[in-house]
């Protein structure tokens, strides 16, 4: 009986130092972009920040998806406990929103970045980013630029990873177009009809109409030379994770393997490694979707096995 009251106060106290190792960092600029979202009438940005006792080997960036707040991005992973142990200073971005045009974003995580590596000395060519939906689009985006203008950013990552993340925004935006046309989702289709006149007021109107326009935005272009943008990462290690569940698209949303997010995932990597990208690959998961709430959901954090990742991260440095 002391024994397993012993090992209940040691596994309580681990668990207070651990939750005392993250600070938040509050940033000395105000959130004039809608870069932070779901935080009621504040403009603060920050970022959490998890950091190694011993000298960093390198930096994990984890980025929130759409609307998310980064605390409960955390609630729903372990890569960050399991980079931490492994040497990593891990930095969760208060970035859940933004701009196509990835600008601000950018700005805020390089100011980000050059803390991190005055303050702990992490070599620049140890960063390795990803996130979730519109986290992995930030971090495909940022290592997309890192090689098409290095001057636009502080460094370019070791290694990017991303879940569920949409790619082509063509193809997205003719998603939205039969989403309306289902009727299906109210949802849904408030979403897809908001998708729709934010593309139109940026590019002029839709894919059909402005063609260029889209490739040069999207992450990936299906159809175009070299997977348009992708051609950037055809030298980037890349890791994806996307959920195939059939069911949930077919019963809760009315939806195909044409508006499957892993559709556009397969195929740029299939691209990166016609390209000779010898780092490039996707892990698709099946019916492994459950958000925070309990909820069955593909499009969520629990689709990206921590082990499978960490290993990944672990074979870069």
């Not at 929130?64 to 990593?88: F, M, N, R, W």
């Not at 950018?106 to 980000?112: A, P, R, S, T, Y």
């Not at 502080?154 to 290694?159: A, D, E, I, Q, S």
């Amino acid at each position: 009986m002391k024994n397993i009251i012993l090992i209940l106060c040691f596994a309580l106290i681990s668990v207070a130092c651990y939750s005392q190792e993250i600070e938040k960092i509050k940033l000395d600029v105000k959130d004039e972009w809608n870069l932070y979202l779901n935080d009621e009438e504040s403009d603060e940005l920050f970022y959490l920040r998890l950091a190694p006792k011993n000298k960093p080997i390198g930096a994990l960036v984890i980025l929130p998806s759409g609307y998310e707040k980064v605390e409960d991005t955390l609630l729903q992973i372990d890569l960050h406990k399991k980079a931490v142990e492994q040497g990593l200073i891990v930095i969760v971005p208060s970035i859940n929103w933004g701009n196509d045009d990835r600008i601000y974003e950018f700005k805020i995580l390089d100011k980000i970045f050059a803390q991190v590596i005055r303050e702990f000395n992490v070599p620049k060519d140890k960063f390795i980013l990803g996130g979730l939906s519109n986290g992995g689009m930030i971090a495909i985006k940022y290592a997309e630029k890192s090689v098409e203008n290095p001057e636009q950013t502080l460094l370019k990552p070791l290694g990017i990873f991303g879940l569920d993340t949409p790619l082509d925004l063509a193809h997205l935006y003719q998603y939205a177009e039969r989403e309306i046309k289902r009727n299906f989702s109210e949802a849904g289709m408030n979403e897809a009809r908001w998708m729709i006149n934010k593309y139109n007021q940026m590019y002029g109107g839709s894919p059909s109409e402005f063609p260029e326009k889209y490739i040069e935005a999207s992450m990936y272009s299906h159809g175009v030379e070299n997977g348009g943008n992708a051609v950037y990462l055809k030298d980037m290690p890349i890791r994806m994770y996307t959920d195939l569940d059939v069911n949930w698209l077919l019963n809760e949303r009315n939806r195909d393997l044409y508006d499957w997010n892993g559709t556009n995932i397969v195929a740029m990597i299939n691209e990166l490694k016609l390209m000779g990208n010898k780092d490039a690959n996707v892990i698709i998961t099946m019916g492994k979707g459950v958000r925070l709430d309990g909820r069955r959901h593909p499009h969520s954090w629990s689709i990206m096995d921590t082990k499978d990742c960490m290993n990944w991260i672990n074979s870069l440095l």
